[in-house]
């Protein structure tokens, strides 16, 4: 019968505005000593898409997913290369043993809510099988990532359907992407404040192959909020086990998406998936026993796509991928911060989660002798 009707589900579905917030370089923020990509963006990676559908109505639907495609292309008749890398495995990630099974990835990757992964995996199966070239498929290994955004929204409602998690799918484009708290993220919470998507990207110089590397997160964990090495959360006064009281501020989950366009193997895409977990310690998160910690990367070189009947050849070697695990690093962090800084408060189900004051933020930065700055 395919996907129901946009119609049928009577939801109002409108984009989420970051007004004048700024991402981290806008404040002098610049994690490591890699150089950004034009946008930095995962879209510096040639090829690469993303589509945000953002759900908002009423005072307790705050949800959305988020698509992002490795090429425009049929992702099914030519798949690419991906590794994927579990931190702690609180969560669902569907997709997740077929990749580290066969090293590929045939679908989009869509990011949405926890109790939206049924959802999510009909819309990218029935987008994949409308595919022209596909008539005859008959097994799709749909790739969808979660984290709970039960405290702003009404999760249990399952307000999300298969036919609004496609239009991420199908509104997926290059160019500059939306940060925030917009399509998966509008609903996250990170170290106690608004949380949501960010990305950023990192280019290697042509002396190291000149490739390019770009990471977006889905941020709805915690912990103790560290900015380019600087403890921000203490300075703040809003931490993790703040007066030796566990109150859970560390649980929840972290998605990463990592692009590039280095032809690697799967078994080393995995390997660069794994340094995302660096990433997300640098900004201070413990992995609490709550937390779903995931990443996913991988390759759109055309040299190492997997066609059918063709072998894969042309991959770089373990001993070249060393900058590029710096690259994942830097980039993952970066992103992680953009997330954060360009999320706006959310008053939803829950109450309402403020996003960080990107003042109180210059201000803890200066004390520490950092020199940043923000111009409205």
Do not use: C
């Not at 984009?15 to 981290?24: F, L």
């Not at 946008?39 to 949800?63: C, E, F």
């Not at 403890?231 to 030796?244: D, F, H, M, R, T």
Request: without cysteine; glycine residues 14%; negative net charge.
């Amino acid at each position: 019968m395919g996907i129901e009707t946009q119609a049928q589900q009577s939801i109002v579905v409108e984009a989420s505005a970051t007004g004048d917030r700024p991402r981290a370089r806008d404040l002098g923020i610049t994690p490591g000593i890699l150089p950004t990509g034009p946008l930095n963006a995962i879209t510096d990676v040639a090829g690469v898409l993303v589509g945000h559908v953002t759900l908002k109505s009423g005072d307790s639907i705050r949800t959305g997913a988020t698509a992002i495609l490795p090429h425009g292309g049929n992702l099914y008749q030519e798949k690419v290369p991906a590794g994927f890398f579990r931190g702690n495995g609180y969560g669902k990630f569907a997709g997740s043993t077929q990749i580290n099974e066969l090293g590929e990835i045939e679908t989009p990757i869509v990011l949405t809510n926890t109790l939206s992964v049924p959802q999510g995996m009909e819309a990218v199966i029935q987008w994949t099988l409308d595919q022209p070239g596909n008539e005859l498929v008959r097994s799709v290994n749909a790739i969808v990532g979660e984290t709970n955004d039960g405290f702003l929204n009404d999760i249990r409602g399952m307000h999300l359907r298969a036919a609004t998690i496609v239009r991420s799918i199908q509104t997926a484009k290059a160019g500059p992407v939306e940060e925030g708290a917009v399509g998966a993220g509008l609903g996250t919470i990170s170290f106690g404040w608004k949380g949501g998507i960010g990305t950023s990207s990192r280019e290697l110089p042509k002396s190291l192959g000149g490739h390019t590397v770009g990471v977006l997160v889905q941020t709805n964990y915690g912990g103790i909020l560290r900015i380019d090495g600087v403890p921000v959360g203490e300075e703040l006064g809003q931490y993790y086990l703040k007066n030796a009281l566990d109150r859970g501020d560390a649980d929840g989950s972290i998605i990463v998406v990592i692009a590039t366009d280095a032809p690697l193997s799967d078994r080393n895409l995995k390997r660069m998936a794994s340094r995302a977990m660096l990433a997300i310690g640098r900004t201070g998160s413990p992995a609490t026993n709550g937390s779903g910690d995931y990443a996913v990367a991988f390759s759109t070189a055309e040299s190492v796509r997997r066609r059918r009947n063709h072998g894969v050849s042309g991959e770089l070697s373990n001993d070249e991928i060393s900058p590029l695990f710096q690259a994942t690093v830097e980039a993952t962090e970066e992103a992680i911060y953009n997330a954060l800084f360009r999320a706006t408060s959310v008053t939803g189900h829950g109450g309402t989660v403020n996003a960080i004051s990107i003042e109180d933020v210059v201000e803890v930065m200066r004390r520490y002798g950092r020199d940043v700055n923000f111009l409205r």
